[in-house]
């Protein structure tokens, strides 16, 4: 497995940890819509919660929110339609970006909740 995808998984799992220590419940992880998919689906205050992880090996300049493209959240923003039609939830639904820094057997963690909001 490339290097890339190991670290993406180490990030995923600290992501869930985090958030599992944070309060939330996971209802989903690595959740395929086509091709594509949502890494993480938890739940809060009855609040479902679309998370996407990134992982880096060093310090990024760009800010959380600048890391997911349009076109993601426009994906991300379908894919939890159709997950929560699909599976009848009738929640509020919000989308964070959670950026972790792996470094040398230690890791940054930054949640951003709210991160961006779907358009109509």
């Not at 990134?54 to 894919?79: C, G, I, M």
């Not at 997950?83 to 009738?90: A, G, H, R």
Request: proline share 1%; net charge negative; glycine share 4%.
């Amino acid at each position: 497995m490339a290097e890339h995808n190991e670290l993406g998984k180490i990030g995923e799992e600290l992501a869930r940890k985090h958030l599992i220590s944070n309060g939330y419940s996971i209802h989903a992880c690595n959740w395929f819509f086509g091709k594509k998919e949502i890494d993480i689906i938890a739940e809060k205050d009855n609040t479902m919660v679309i998370v996407e992880v990134k992982t880096r090996s060093s310090a990024f300049e760009a800010e959380a929110q600048d890391t997911v493209t349009k076109k993601k959240q426009k994906f991300l923003v379908n894919a939890t339609h159709y997950y929560l039609t699909k599976n009848n939830i009738e929640k509020e639904t919000r989308f964070d970006i959670i950026t972790i820094i792996v470094s040398n057997n230690k890791h940054e963690i930054e949640h951003l909740e709210n991160a961006f909001y779907p358009t109509l």
